[in-house]
């Protein structure tokens, strides 16, 4: 009696796991269970009288415990990316002006693919980014969505999450000597060439040092309201259109079976900056020549997939001769890693990643052109580079000693904040469980490049400050064969290093770009409703017209926030 009533109440009993416990239409189907699929199914469901679907491709960490545990270790991160069940294995095509020291001139793209999406696969890094990008969008046509507007959407997000500063038991001496050697940065360069903001610790998505994600967040805590079904494992293949009205989805479940569900108010699409393009193209939503060369009936010819933008940065590597990281555990590989889980070291519930920050303005730019951000992966340099796609050869050239685990260091990560280059995600065939093709034509334009030249010249600065010598730091710079003819300290040398290691951050956005409803450039209105298509929404990271100044999760938690709002008072005001 006892097992089956703790059976009936576990979250995951709650999860439909065939069509038959679905009903036939619901007021909202949700399409993408990720960081704002989450938070829009909870919303969405406080309202009783509205039903909610919410359809996720990848599983969850309720229906399997050992993904609960990769998934809430911090220190697990990086290898959570290697599991095709838990991340999608996208990948750049080659790229033309960038990747030169990737695997056949292609970036790994990982993105999460589980209830939490890519919140329960990141860096937890929570950053509202720099309020200029909300100011940006409002004046580009984005009406509603300046700072002032966006702001207390935050701070709704604030109090769901739990912040803590990304932790420190392993990293506070490096994290210490990075915010100390920043205050002499802007002692010394704030001139007119360059001027340097704070530098300050960041702050994590962490509970008692386990993640958090818009999973556990958002979603659990809402699983048991009669109005809110979920299903897993259920992979959404088209937005089903009458005329000019979206009426549901047509998806395929984990036997196979092909089912369509129909939604009397809205079809929110939440999959990702490249999921959401690549299923508005296969329904018939996207660049009409691009539609019809793959033979795909045209509804709404919309620039669905362009206007593609990403934070790339470039890793500076430094080595110290002082023991101030991982001290306890040297992790080079993923069974390393596990191995090191079974201890149950303290460290696992560390953050690798990005403890600490700062921005700089370049020339007389009226914001910041870039971040400098500590990133602590050290002793993780093998996993990182299978994780990154870059090629054995380049990771052995990009700095001496990087197979050593027993070398203690960092990297300096200058990142490009506003990138010139826009890219773009069109389809690779009608099928609808082939990946897209993802061209970010990363550093395709000469300000990208200069502006991460300025960034490794001032990684090399930093690592020569006091506090870094203290530490006895010693920058690497690569000694890749395309690069060798250049002169030492140079651009030009500076130049061929950033195309052949800036990699990206995983900070994908902007493919169905919201804005004026006018503006042929866009694909959603402010609101976030498809142009031209009634009961259709996009909610992601996608609809960023500009790329959010700081790292994509908070930006994402706060749209779906804000949207969930829009959306209620809509279909209330009816
Ligand atoms: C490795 C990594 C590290 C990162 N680190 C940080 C960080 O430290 N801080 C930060 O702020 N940002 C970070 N980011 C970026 C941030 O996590 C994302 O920008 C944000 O979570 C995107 O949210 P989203 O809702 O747009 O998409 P996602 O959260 O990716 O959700 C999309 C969901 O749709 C599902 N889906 C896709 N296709 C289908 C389909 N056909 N049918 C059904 N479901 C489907 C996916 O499985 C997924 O669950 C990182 C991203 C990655 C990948």
Redesign the pocket.
């Known amino acids: 009696g006892i097992y089956v009533s703790y059976q009936r109440d576990t979250p995951a009993s709650y999860l439909r796991k065939t069509t038959a416990e679905l009903r036939t239409d619901y007021d909202y189907v949700i ?7 989450c938070v829009l199914a909870a919303r969405l469901s406080e309202d009783s009288d509205s039903t909610v679907l919410l ?4 599983g969850s960490e309720l229906e399997d415990s050992l993904t609960r545990w990769l998934t809430r270790l911090p220190t697990l ?1 990086p290898s959570l ?1 290697l599991l095709p069940h838990l ?2 294995q996208y990948r750049t095509v080659p790229q033309a002006q960038a990747a030169y020291g990737f695997t056949n001139k292609q970036i790994a793209w ?10 329960a ?7 509202r980014g720099l309020s200029t990008t909300y100011d940006a969008w409002a004046a580009g046509g984005a009406t509603g969505w300046s700072y002032a507007d966006v702001k207390p959407f935050f701070e709704k997000v604030e109090q769901v999450i739990e912040l803590t500063p990304t932790s420190a038991t392993y990293f506070q001496t490096l994290t210490d000597a990075f915010l100390a050697a920043g205050k002499f940065l802007q002692r010394s360069y704030s001139n007119g060439r360059a001027s340097i903001g704070d530098f300050y610790q960041l702050s994590s998505a962490m509970v008692d040092g386990k993640r958090w994600h ?1 999973g556990i967040g958002y979603l659990f805590p809402a699983l048991n309201r009669p109005n809110l079904h979920v299903m897993t494992h ?4 088209k937005v089903n259109i009458d005329g000019k009205r979206a009426t549901g989805v047509s ?1 395929q479940t984990q036997s196979g079976e092909e089912a369509v569900v129909m939604a009397t108010k809205d079809v929110i699409v ?4 490249v ?1 959401s393009p690549t ?1 508005l193209m296969l329904s018939g939503i996207g660049p009409r020549a691009h539609l019809q060369s793959l033979g795909i009936e045209v509804i709404a010819d919309l620039p669905v997939g362009q206007n593609l933008q990403d934070h790339l940065f470039v890793p500076v590597r430094v080595t110290l001769n002082t023991s101030v990281s991982f001290t306890e555990a040297k992790v080079t590989t993923v069974s390393e890693l596990l191995k090191y889980a079974l201890l149950g070291t303290g460290m696992l519930t560390e953050s690798v ?2 403890p600490a920050a700062g921005s700089v303005k370049l020339g007389d730019e009226s914001t910041a052109e870039l971040f400098l951000y500590l990133l602590n992966i050290g002793s993780t340099s093998r996993l990182y580079q299978l994780i990154s796609g870059l090629s054995e050869e380049a990771w052995r050239r990009f700095a001496p000693g990087i197979y050593d685990p027993s070398a203690e260091g960092c990297f300096i990560a200058p990142t490009l904040v506003y990138a010139h280059a826009r890219g773009n995600i069109t389809l690779a065939s009608r099928d ?1 469980f082939q990946f897209p093709s993802i061209n970010p034509q990363y550093l395709n334009n000469d300000h990208d490049v200069e502006v991460l030249i300025q960034g490794i010249r001032l990684a090399i600065k930093m690592a020569m400050t006091q506090p870094f010598q203290a530490l006895g730091a010693t920058y690497h710079i690569p000694d890749f064969h395309l690069c060798a003819h250049h002169p030492a300290d140079t651009d030009a040398l500076y130049g061929c290093i950033v195309k052949h290691i800036a990699m990206t ?5 902007g493919t169905c770009k919201m804005g004026r409803s006018s503006d042929p450039a866009t694909v959603v209105d402010p609101q976030l409703r498809v142009k031209g298509i009634s009961g259709l929404r996009v909610v ?3 609809v960023m017209p500009a790329i959010s100044g ?5 930006p ?1 938690l706060m749209l ?1 926030e804000k949207t969930a709002v829009d959306i209620r008072q809509q279909h209330r005001s009816r």
Do not use: Q
């Not at 399409?31 to 699929?37: E, F, L, N, S």
């Not at 696969?121 to 950053?127: D, H, I, Q, V």
């Not at 951050?505 to 956005?509: I, K």
């Open positions: 399409a993408g269970g990720g960081t704002a699929g359809l996720e491709a990848g991160t990316m991340s999608w990982p993105a999460g693919r589980m209830l939490g999406g890519s919140s696969t990141n860096y937890m890094l929570y950053t818009a259920a992979h959404v293949t998806f939440s999959m990702g900056a999921g299923l990643g990005m609808p951050m995983y900070h994908y956005a992601d990271a996608s700081g790292n994509t999760m908070a994402t779906a």
